[in-house]
């Protein structure tokens, strides 16, 4: 018999799955540990005038997909009416099966605003019409979709210069009962060789009111920055490594280079590696102290259409996945951090499934007794975000890893609207667990599996994490 499309045992294929997702996943709450969602909207607790505010001004997974769909530019970030580009999102729906979106998008719809026929250039008008009234009524604010979805904390991904206004802001929300917290982002910091550097630099020295102008001023700038994000609640960082590399460096040497992409805006490839490699295991070391978490974000292959970047800038649709051997690099980075004693929890994505094996593999060398699950090998990142890809990498992390100490997912995203990704999540993994029962290699305990469900859906983030809960600041 053909399975019902997007009913309540979606993506559930035996009932060991559906008893794991409806009895135990289902309700749990979630923690968005990483994601880009702007805390001003937060604070402001941001009303969309419509559908296409909410789904289609910010999201480049839909973008492109539009874009291959022969969509032109002027209805995806152009200056076409609203409806329009909604119209020609429904259009490209249908066209949609077999994509993480063509899912998420009637997720979305059903969950939020309980439209559940699918999308498409007919009931388009009609579909327009009902959800933009209820996103213009009560209870579709920011905070409200938040707080709806059972999100207890958004951990947004911030500069190291940000003032961190609005999280301050946020926190003195009596009636907001979810802790935002911000991410520590410091690429700019480490990318000596961009255009941005030397500004961001200053900006540094501007924000920090410390002398910039030397290593060890800028390194003291850096340290007082984490620290400024630890008093706003920050416990996690988050560095975008689009290559690795590692190249051991002295303070001496770091300095040099640091002062002469200063003063000429341009350093060779192995002083790049040099300098990066310092200032990495620096700042892990910070973060260890503080007990922090460290993100490494691995291969992202970015801005590769150089028209259309110089047209609408980063993050527009525009990435795709990098290559390059980096085992060694990544192995001797983290053997760098242990070594200097600062290797803190450590999270390791790659948008390269074919480097899966070399991040689970040695996120084993560098566990160690007394932290629970201390590097993790991290959920299937943005194009790997869908059903197999989430499979793979938890298949691998149950091969090689503990996948019981798994601290599950995130949305990454920039869209209110994307908490239903850790419904589409849960259910990929109760239906792994539940096949394994189905095929007789996990036993049919569900007090057990259960348990299990509940810690890599909630429990496991909470405690990796230990963020500070919601305290209301006056
Ligand atoms: O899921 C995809 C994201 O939104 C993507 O834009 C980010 O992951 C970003 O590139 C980053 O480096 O943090």
Redesign the pocket.
Known sequence: MTKAFLDENFLLSNPTAEILYHQYAKDMPIIDY???LSPQEIYENKEFKNITEAWLYGD??KWRLMRANGVEERLITGDAEDYDKFLAWAKTVPTLIGNPLYHWTHLELQRFFGVHELLNEQNAPLIWEKVNQKLQGQGFGARDLIVNSKVTVVCT?DDPTDHLEYHKQICKLSDFPVAVLPSF?PDKALEINRETFQPWVARLGEVSGLDVSGFEGFLNALASRVRHFHAAGGRVS?H?LDTVVYEEATREEAAAIFGKALKEGRVTPLEEAKYKSYVLVFLGKQYAELGWAMQY?IH?L?NNNTAMFRHLG??TGY?SVNDGSFARSLAALLDAQELAGGLPRTILYSLNPVDYPVLASLAGCFQSGGTVGKIQFGTA??FN?HIEGMQEQMKLLANQGVLSRFIGMLT???SFLSYTRHEYFRRILCDLIGTWVQEGKAPEDLELLGAMVQNICYNNAEQYFNFPTVVHSK
């Open positions: 990483h994601c880009h480049h997974y991904t982002r988050d975008a974000h992202a970015r980063p993050d990435d990142w943005w975000d990454d995203s920039r």
